[in-house]
């Protein structure tokens, strides 16, 4: 059973950066995809990103392409979303999740709680 936190959510000026991390536990992450997904007050949770077991394959939702990215250390088992240029859209729990595979999906099996990031000034 893998087992997923969350951490480096906060709360941060418009413009400016955090970096969140997912610390896997209980197996090997190495053959599992890892996604970011978020989720707003009254809206529905999106994908933001996605980043394969090799990290040959990372993937974006457009509103975040060229603000945020991720990368993953396989020895440490934890996967990092770079955030910079945040904005008050933005503002959502991030939680990351896991599937054995090279892609994410929406009905990941393993989920963290989630960690609160909110922009504003």
């Known amino acids: 059973q893998l087992q997923l936190v969350e951490s480096g959510g906060g709360l941060v000026q418009p413009g400016g950066s955090l970096r969140l991390s997912c610390a896997a536990s209980?197996?090997?992450?190495?053959?599992?995809?890892i996604g970011w997904f978020r989720q707003a007050p009254g809206k529905e949770r999106e994908g933001v990103a996605c980043?394969?077991?090799?990290?040959?394959?990372?993937n974006y939702t457009d509103s975040v392409k060229g603000r945020f990215t991720v990368s993953r250390d396989n020895a440490k088992n934890t996967v990092y979303l770079e955030m910079n240029g945040l904005e008050p859209e933005d503002t959502a729990v991030y939680y990351c999740a896991a599937r054995v595979g090279d892609y994410c999906r929406a009905g990941m099996p393993y989920w963290g709680q989630g960690t609160q990031v909110t922009v504003s000034s």
């Open positions: 209980g197996n090997n992450a190495d053959y599992y995809a």
């Open positions: 980043i394969s077991p090799g990290s040959s394959r990372i």
